[in-house]
């Protein structure tokens, strides 16, 4: 499989970076839920994947065919506020846009769950490539981001290219 993003293979040691107690208005289980219907319907499987973390800002879905890992951050000193990162994007097949597609769904959840950026964390070759892509801008030394406004337009732009 190829990751694209935090460079340690094991979900399960990553913490969030949530600055407060709360995870602000943001549903996660809702976010969940919508995740877990795109992948069903774009992997063509039946049983749900995705799962939120009960103590923390974190949803997960794995399987041979994908390997996902999320935060919500409501409040963060290292990234713009109601940002949710992607701290983990992989496929096994790649390069067929799988992760365009996740991101475009990504644009459309966040618009109803008041998401207002779109982060990629740790980001590694691959990801800073597919970041830049889509128009991701650095924030920090690897974390990268962008309005979720911008990054819809973005990926319109270039469907409507690759249509021509």
């Known amino acids: 499989m190829n990751i694209l993003s935090l460079e340690s293979n094991n979900y399960l040691f990553f913490q969030p970076k949530i600055l407060g ?5 943001f549903d996660m289980e809702g976010f969940c839920e919508k995740l877990n219907e795109y992948l069903q319907t774009e992997f063509e499987y039946k049983r749900k ?8 800002s974190t949803l997960v ?11 919500w951050l409501p409040i963060s000193q290292s990234w713009k506020n109601n ?12 390069r067929i846009g799988h992760g365009t597609r996740l ?3 990504l644009c459309k ?6 998401v207002e950026y ?13 970041g830049r892509k889509l128009g991701f801008e650095l924030v920090s030394e690897r974390n990268w981001h962008l309005s979720v406004f911008a990054l819809s337009e ?10 021509v």
Do not use: C
């Open 154 to 163: 973005n990926i319109e732009s270039r469907l409507a290219e690759s249509k």
């Open 21 to 25: 107690s709360s995870v602000g208005e």
């Open 61 to 71: 879905a794995h399987t041979k065919m994908f390997d996902l890992y999320f935060r």
């Open 49 to 56: 994947h995705a799962y939120t973390s009960p103590v923390s």
């Open 83 to 94: 940002t949710l990162v992607i701290a983990r994007i992989g496929f096994k097949n790649t």
């Open 103 to 105: 991101v475009q769904f």
């Open 109 to 114: 959840q966040a618009r109803k769950f008041g």
């Open 118 to 130: 779109i982060g990629i964390e740790s980001a590694n070759s691959n990801s800073v490539e597919f």
